[in-house]
């Protein structure tokens, strides 16, 4: 076929493009994220006419990462697929760690690689790789379609993959490679249609709670505790609830609440342990346990039988290689779990409230802000949505954020591999999305990874986001990690502090001034209580300035002071 009968046969790039718009839209694709480039300049220009009709919401970013997980968030937030638009070249590339995390957290992310038609691949021709298959098994669905074909196919069988549509495969991302060849740009009649009322795209979601009937008087009594780990949702505070047992609940969880939630469990367990007089026999875990050593601890004991609920395909593990056992509906559970004792339960909350009590009588004697004091105030004062960043932030609130009688906010992390990647832009995506004010606490050295994600063009609509950023100038987590016992030993001289502490100097209150966020500085739990109380509109840092020093000592005295408050409160019983 010459080359004058191909293209009197094929699609001109802008109705491809503006085919695929349609169909990603009858899909259910809402909202679009638009890195700039020519090679998907037919895409942007189909995108342009979408937005102008009011059919989808655009967001435009300069950085490709940023833009990957801006539309992370969006799709977390609203629970519908998001897409994001590249160019070719390396700016696909730079899309991998949020696919990453979107594989692994199961979360509908589409995105949209433009690329050189075939006549150009492998000839040298500018900004032209491999781009089928980059994202390897981390998509659930790839295609390539070539320039001039109609992408219909390929959009619907993409969107079903991403939104879990397909038997025993989770929700996740995917990528659709779109081939365009000259010209890239509208015909000389096209023009952009005449400007409608815009429909703002919401999936209203607030926090949870339900409610499940008591369990059956039948069911045996049994030392059992339910573990809610991140994204376990409110069914896990329900079955603990309905069953009588000691909730252990992750920040993440969106279980973190109601009258059996026990905070500071993770220092707990001991006194729960194989030499205790109560000690544990069985576990429930709902959703992934991502946060300390002592609940994997708890998981791998041999002696400990546990199932794990799982209604439906999940990302986080390959089938077979966990030791829990997967059970997928509540009647099997119930059955493996039981019931528990008003003697086991009690025990659990009298052993919380007073290392509740402890936790919070530790961090009193201190004015100024440490970590864990930031986690608590935080977590007492946020509603809306929270964004939890990966390190310390996360575990700090894990720690020290006391369980609520009812859920105060709806809390997002990127748990999916738990990097500290692209975490303001992921924020930015959720505040966008749920269309609510939304906080994020997270370090200094997450905030100036992505300080990029602050980055707003003119124009582009701005979120009501409130970053709470704990700087302690470096990574305070590996001093409490065993890098923190080679730093003390001195064998490795000033290594661990460079190699892992990376300190700095960063002037966040220049970086903000740079960018146009507002900025206010604490170094006091009462002045952070004082900021947290205020309302904000638009973007806004609260930073906390903290020592790193001392930081691993302050972990020692709560985990003995909560030991010690446990051991009397047990041995009173």
């Known amino acids: 076929m010459s080359a004058g009968e191909r293209k009197a046969e094929e699609l001109s790039s802008l109705d491809a493009a503006r085919i695929a718009v349609a169909a990603l839209l009858l899909e259910g694709v809402r909202y679009v994220v638009v890195a700039p480039g020519s090679r998907s300049a037919p895409m942007a220009y189909a995108l342009a006419e979408a937005d102008a009709a009011g059919r989808v919401e655009l967001l435009v970013r300069i950085d490709e990462r940023d833009a990957g997980f801006t539309a992370l968030g969006l799709a977390l937030a609203t629970g519908a697929p998001a897409a994001v638009l590249t160019t070719s070249g390396t700016a696909v590339g730079n899309l991998l760690p949020a696919v990453m995390e979107a594989n692994h957290a199961a979360v509908p992310l589409v995105v949209i690689s433009a690329d050189r038609p075939v006549e150009l691949r492998g000839t040298g021709a500018n900004q032209t790789t491999v781009q089928l298959d980059l994202f390897g098994e981390h998509v659930r669905f790839a295609a390539d379609v070539p320039a001039g074909s109609d992408p219909r196919r390929a959009v619907e069988t993409a969107l079903s993959a991403a939104t879990g549509a397909f038997e025993d495969t989770p929700p996740g991302p995917v990528q659709l490679n779109l081939a365009f060849r000259d010209p890239l740009v509208p015909a000389p009649g096209d023009r952009l249609p005449p400007e409608s009322g815009r429909r703002v795209y919401r999936a209203p979601r ?315 500085s604490v170094s006091t739990t009462a002045e952070l209580a004082a900021a947290l109380a205020e309302p904000w509109e638009g973007r806004s840092i609260i930073e906390v300035r903290t020592e790193r020093r001392g930081l691993r000592e302050l972990h020692t005295r709560i985990r003995a002071a909560v030991g010690a408050a446990v051991a009397g409160v047990l041995a009173a019983e």
Do not use: C, K, M
Request: charged fraction near 15%.
């Open 206 to 520: 607030g926090p949870l709670a339900l409610d499940f009937p008591p369990a059956a008087p039948g069911l045996p009594e049994r030392r059992t505790v339910v573990l809610a780990g991140h994204d376990a949702g409110p069914v896990a505070e329900a079955f603990a609830r309905a069953h009588g047992l000691p909730l252990l609940a992750e920040p993440s969880s969106n279980a973190r609440f109601g009258p059996n939630a026990v905070g500071a469990y993770r220092i707990l367990l001991d006194s729960f342990g194989p030499e205790s007089a109560q000690p544990i026999e069985r576990v429930v875990l709902f959703g992934r346990p991502t946060l300390s050593r002592p609940v994997s601890a708890l998981l791998a004991r041999a002696d400990v039988p546990s199932a794990l609920y799982q209604p439906v395909p999940v990302a986080w593990y390959e089938p077979g290689r966990r030791t829990e056992l997967p059970l997928d509906n509540l009647a099997d559970l119930a059955d493996f779990a039981g019931r528990g004792s008003a003697a086991w339960l009690d025990a659990w909350l009298l052993a919380g409230a007073a290392g509740q009590h402890a936790v919070d009588l530790a961090l009193a004697g201190s004015a100024a802000a440490t970590g864990p004091a930031v986690g608590a105030l935080v977590w007492e004062h946020t509603r809306g949505q929270l964004v939890l960043g990966s390190s310390n932030g996360i575990r700090d609130v894990d720690l020290a954020g006391a369980p609520a009688p009812e859920p105060g906010a709806v809390v997002f992390a990127n748990r999916g591999l738990s990097g500290i990647d692209g975490t303001l832009a992921t924020a930015t995506g959720i505040a966008l999305g749920g269309r609510q004010e939304t906080t994020v606490l997270l370090g200094d050295v997450t905030f100036l990874h992505d300080a990029g994600g602050l980055l707003l063009g003119a124009g582009e609509e701005e979120p009501n986001l409130r970053i709470v950023v704990l700087n302690d100038a470096g990574g305070a987590i590996f001093g409490l990690l065993e890098h923190g016992a080679v730093e003390a030993a001195g064998r490795y001289g000033t290594a661990v502090e460079r190699l892992f502490g990376t300190p700095h100097s960063v002037n966040l209150a220049a970086l903000a001034a740079a960018y146009g966020v507002a900025h206010r």
